[in-house]
């Protein structure tokens, strides 16, 4: 479909014809030059050389006019090949952020060139055809995932200003874009989208004197909100201009080629050298290299050099990242618990913090604030932490917890937990804890991501590349963080005796073999999957450590099933529950731990009694519940502390052949997205 850029009177209305061609309806403002501009793809007979853009017919609910928040994917490149194969497998590696629609604008024979289409990087691929684009060496990208307003192409990123001069693409959310989009609109200027987005590009338009970097700095200094932008324009072609507050963006260093990325990941294909962009600076990228500047001048940045293997990455002979992630848990969770570990001495080893005894002593409470999976990660961690540590410890969603006025002081210690260390939210609880004066702790899976620059300190958990939106072995290493964690605090402390400390060394040694024994028996979890595969409603039920395993293992059956699932503590369930449970309703418990086994028996015993489907999952040699439930997944013994690191697993591997039992895109479910960079 054409981008028609049409006279008529009246700025700033947009109409489709009965072709599918949208329509630009309004009288060319000054800020355009008195350009009338119609764009058609190059080489066809009408219209003028400039830019095109690719779109199909995409009709807006009417008089909508919304803020479109994004959790986003961002790729650019400059450098001696051709740009689009390059912008195109960046923006693969980065649709596990969520990808409703995907884009490119770059420049090809010295004009700027914009194809964009609704939904995955694939059907973008598919609209660029055959046509190779070899005078192009500069473009920018996006994946675009729509949290307010419908996915579509005109909604989709680059987007250009009236004269189709500048394309952007943006991460983040300009908070104050409709006052922006009203004085540009009085200016004269024409809007195709429902996006914030949009506006940075006509501010480029209505401040551009000659220099695109000043350009962008100006209209900076206009818009409020998180975001990482980035700039190319037909003015100036051979560089990129980007600019970051709060989004993540970083920089890649190749031979002779470099990148502008929203994550290390996508650029490991080209380099291993990266640079971090940080708040409030700008960055222009050329043939030169990049520059840095922040507000006083330019800035020095150190390079980092990146071990992760390529291939991890890749699915290999699995059907689906989250088979693979879930195969690979042995080795993750070897790899975050052996380097940790004095196996000579049984003692937890940790040397990457500097939290000592002092500070230990000091701390009046520890509070734990994540999102999602990752709370749950922390649920666990209070129960480590209280148990062998002695001190008090608050756990608490981040989303709640930057707005309700913890009582955190300068004896707090706080601890955050982010796979992709970027989550909105979970910043916001870390800088809420800076401003009062405690300590932070982070544990997150990603190197050089904002939540390591603004902690105390960090703890990586060594997963790896997770690319599935459901996460398996980020959970699990996270986990085993929270263990060693604890211990390594009663080790300091002396809360618990060496001979405790050693036993939790020993059983998380164990643990990567143990879950090797787990897998073992996915044919049997695919089996019992199908028992449950045409359910509405699903529930998962446990008390003590077995509770936020539970919540968990609902979340994982949602996530990727779209089955309703909803966790309890299994003695909640005579308060209201129970009257949920009919004939076959699925009711999976949770049984391993020992002073509670007897009172979760009793409640399954309840279900059983109103019809429902049982499934137990417990420990080997179970002659009790096992023998009552309709299927019983029996997992290695160990600890009962540390039984949430194994007793997770045959519930993701449930949730996931569930999952493809129903057909759904089981790495990408619907409306989720693995970064939230967004509240």
């Known amino acids: 479909m054409r981008f028609n850029y049409s006279q008529a009177p009246g700025p700033g209305v947009v109409r489709v014809d009965e072709e599918g061609v949208y329509r630009i309806i309004g009288g060319c403002p000054p800020a355009c030059h008195g350009r009338e501009r119609y764009r058609t793809k190059p080489g066809s007979n009408s219209g003028d050389k400039g830019c095109w853009v ?18 986003c994917g961002m790729f650019a490149y400059v450098g001696h090949g051709n740009a689009v194969p390059v912008l195109l497998e960046g923006l693969k590696r980065l649709e596990y952020r969520g990808c409703d629609s ?53 909604n989709s990123h680059p987007h250009l200003d009236c004269t189709g001069k500048f394309a952007i693409v943006h991460n983040g959310i300009i908070e104050n874009y409709l006052q922006l989009k009203s004085m540009l609109i009085e200016k004269g200027h024409r809007f195709v989208s429902d996006t914030d987005t949009e506006v940075f590009a006509h501010l480029l338009e209505d401040l551009y004197n000659g220099d695109l970097f000043e350009a962008v700095r100006e209209a900076e200094k206009m ?7 980035a700039c190319l324009s037909e003015h100036e072609p ?60 330019p800035v020095e940045r150190e390079i980092m050099h990146i071990e992760w293997d390529t291939e991890v990455a890749d699915k290999g002979d699995y059907d689906h990242f989250m088979l693979k992630e879930i195969f ?102 870390l800088r ?21 620059r603004e902690a105390d300190d960090v703890m990586y958990t060594w997963a790896g590349p997770e690319t599935a939106v459901a996460s398996t072995k980020g959970y699990v290493t996270q986990l085993s963080v929270m263990y060693l964690l604890a211990g390594y605090f009663a080790q300091l402390l002396g809360t618990v005796p060496k001979e405790e400390i050693s036993a939790l060394v020993d059983a998380l040694l164990e643990v990567p073999a143990k879950v090797e024994k787990i897998l073992e028996q996915a044919e049997e979890i695919k089996e019992i999957a199908e028992a449950i595969v045409n359910s509405n409603s699903c529930f998962y039920i446990g008390r003590g450590l077995d509770y936020p395993v539970s919540m968990e293992g609902a979340l994982k059956l949602k996530e990727v099933s779209y089955i309703h699932a909803e966790s309890y503590a299994a003695g909640e369930l005579k308060h209201g529950p129970l009257a949920l449970i009919e004939k076959d309703t699925p009711v999976i418990a949770l049984a391993t731990q020992e002073h509670v086994y007897e009172k979760t028996v009793s409640n399954v015993e309840e279900v059983i009694a109103r019809g429902g489907f049982t499934i137990a999952v417990t420990f080997e040699g179970d002659k009790n519940l096992g023998e009552i439930v309709d299927r019983n997944i029996q997992i290695p013994k160990t600890l009962p502390l540390i039984s949430p690191i194994l007793s997770v697993i045959p519930l993701q591997l449930l949730a996931y052949y569930v999952a493809v039992k129903r057909g759904n895109d089981v790495d990408k479910p619907r409306t989720l997205t693995k970064s939230v960079t967004v509240e």
């Open 238 to 297: 051979n560089r990129l201009v980007a600019v970051r507050k709060n989004s993540p963006l970083i920089v890649g260093l190749g031979e002779g080629e470099y990148f502008f990325a929203s994550d290390i990941s996508a650029v490991l294909s080209y380099t291993r050298k990266v640079q971090i962009v940080n708040n409030g600076e700008t960055v222009i990228l050329d043939e030169k290299g990049p520059r840095i500047f922040n507000v006083s001048g």
């Open 223 to 229: 818009i409020k909100g998180s975001y990482a932008i």
């Open 432 to 452: 809420l804890a800076k401003e009062k004066g405690a300590r932070v702790l982070a544990i997150t899976n990603t190197v050089g991501s904002t939540v390591t």
């Open 54 to 71: 690719v779109l199909q017919s995409c009709m807006a609910n009417k008089g909508y006019m919304g803020e479109v928040k994004k959790m």
């Open 102 to 154: 995907a884009g490119i604008a770059f420049i090809n024979n010295d004009q700027l060139v914009v194809v964009k289409k609704e939904g995955r990087v694939a059907v973008l691929e598919k609209e660029l055809g055959e046509e190779l684009f070899q005078g192009s060496s500069i473009g920018i990208g996006h994946t675009r995932w729509a949290t307010h307003g419908k996915p579509c192409d005109r």
């Open 328 to 429: 690979e848990q042995p080795r993750v969770l070897g790899d975050s618990i052996k380097s940790r570990v004095d196996q000579v001495n049984k003692l937890v080893d940790i040397n990457e913090i500097n939290i000592d005894e002092k500070t230990l002593e000091d701390c009046d409470r520890i509070y734990i604030t994540a999102c999602g999976t990752a709370y749950h990660a922390g649920l666990v961690g209070k129960y480590a932490i209280e148990k062998l540590v002695r001190v008090p410890v608050e756990v608490e969603v981040a989303s709640e917890f930057r707005y309700r006025d913890p009582m955190i002081t300068e004896r707090s210690l706080v601890i955050v937990l982010s796979q992709s260390g970027e989550t909105a939210d979970t910043l916001a609880a």
